[in-house]
């Protein structure tokens, strides 16, 4: 139910949401009256705990083949692209020759194998590959720049976003003076507010973090690409609840893995399990503005679900211990795209159509995605062997 506490109940989906939660004192009552309906699906989830999907507030989809890149520490994210950046030799020229398409959807799977249901990426929304069965939802409404330097007319993007939906951008993305002052100069252009949702946010002063708390705009930490890059990050510890902070796994260029590995991560930097949970369920929802009960497990929200082993901890503690040899089902929006061979072997007949196995350092289990189509063109331009976010894939 949240952070600390837990119910034993059945859920009851219907088109994609959560239609209730039974209380299991109810349970044979309501489970006879439900079965006699044409066309129900049981899930037998005992044993199991059943958190909300995760979100993850910041990946760039296509570059999760590459391998960390770089010899840092570096004073900005800008010298760092300065260091790596060489399209024309190994291995950045490899990996770009394989499809982008096939690139995005492996950035999905990592994803999906780490629980999470929802992730924004940071570059434009790719209609025909996300809308097309993709493992997870990407984020569909919100502004975005890549960074003051990267960017075009920040402005121009900024006044362009949807009413109501976050303005995102990487922002002090380095421990130097020039990256501190940045935050003053996006609010000189006019693109600071409550929307405004700044990627990174290691270089802040003291007076920017004021000037962002002031504007009401929110934080997006990913811990392990900036001790890999710059050697510091965010005190998160030291912030406090009352800072709009989710957490983001960045992509394979400088993190260390994928959310799972980041939560772990955030747990190392000193951070409260409770507040962990949050960042990656309700917090990142708020940040995000998603506006369908994702992040909780409640009637009328999206029914994404992570379901994992249980353990007698809290829920915030059983996810900073999860890794996917204790994931047994990722549902997103009503729809199983990840179970374990336990559950597998309980499913109903045709509820896992479409499912292809896949093994990720030594951990086996089903996902919904071509697996075997992706890794022979991806094999076609890496070879045999094949890194997702830093582990081994094969199938």
């Known amino acids: 139910m949240d952070a600390t506490s837990t119910v034993r109940a059945d859920l009851e989906i219907a ?4 239609l209730r939660l039974i209380d299991r004192g109810r349970k044979s009552a309501s489970v006879e009256n439900a079965g006699s309906r044409s066309g129900r699906t049981e899930i037998s989830l005992e044993g199991c705990l059943i958190l ?16 960390r890149l770089g010899h840092g520490p570096y004073p900005n994210f800008e010298k760092w692209a300065d260091d790596i950046f060489y399209p024309e030799s190994s291995p950045i020229r490899e990996h770009l020759s394989i499809p982008k398409r096939v690139r995005l959807w492996w950035g999905g799977i990592k994803n999906l194998l780490s629980g999470v249901t929802s992730v924004c990426h940071h570059n434009a ?17 919100y502004g975005w720049a890549h960074s003051l330097r990267f960017g075009n007319d920040i402005r121009e993007a900024f006044l362009a976003t949807p009413r109501g939906a976050p303005f995102i951008i990487h922002l002090a993305e380095g421990s130097d003076k020039k990256s501190g002052d940045e935050i003053f100069d996006l609010d000189r252009i006019g693109a600071l507010n409550s929307r405004t949702v700044i990627v990174h946010g290691v270089g802040l002063t003291e007076r920017g973090h004021e000037l962002r708390r002031r504007h009401g705009a929110a934080l997006v930490w ?8 710059l050697a ?8 406090g609840r009352r800072d709009r902070i989710s957490l983001g796994s960045d992509s394979a260029l400088t993190a260390e893995g994928d959310l799972l590995d980041e939560i772990r991560a955030a747990h ?11 960042m990656v369920t309700g917090s990142a929802a708020d940040v995000l503005r998603l506006r369908n009960g994702e992040g909780k497990l409640q009637p009328g929200s999206n029914a994404d679900l992570l379901v994992v082993k249980r353990r007698d901890v809290s829920p915030a503690e059983v996810l900073i211990g999860t890794r996917l040899n ?3 089902m990722v549902m997103v929006s009503g729809k199983p795209h990840l179970v374990s061979a336990k559950i597998a072997l309980g499913c109903p007949p045709g509820l896992l159509d479409g499912f292809e196995d896949i093994e990720v350092e030594g951990t086996s289990c089903f996902v919904r995605a071509p697996v075997r189509r992706l890794l022979q063109e991806t094999r076609l331009r890496l070879g045999p062997d094949v890194c997702l976010a830093g582990k081994r894939v094969s199938a």
């Open 15 to 18: 088109n994609g949401r959560i």
């Open 52 to 67: 909300p999907g995760l979100i993850n507030s910041h990946d760039h989809l296509e570059f999760n083949l590459f391998p």
């Open 125 to 141: 929304y790719k209609k025909s590959v996300f809308d097309a069965d993709f493992p997870v939802r990407v984020v569909k409404r």
């Open 222 to 229: 990913c811990p392990t690409s900036n001790r890999f890059t």
């Open 232 to 239: 510091t990050t965010l005190d998160v510890a030291a912030m």
């Open 268 to 278: 190392r930097e000193g951070v409260d399990p409770r507040q962990i949970y949050s």
């Open 326 to 328: 204790a994931i047994e």
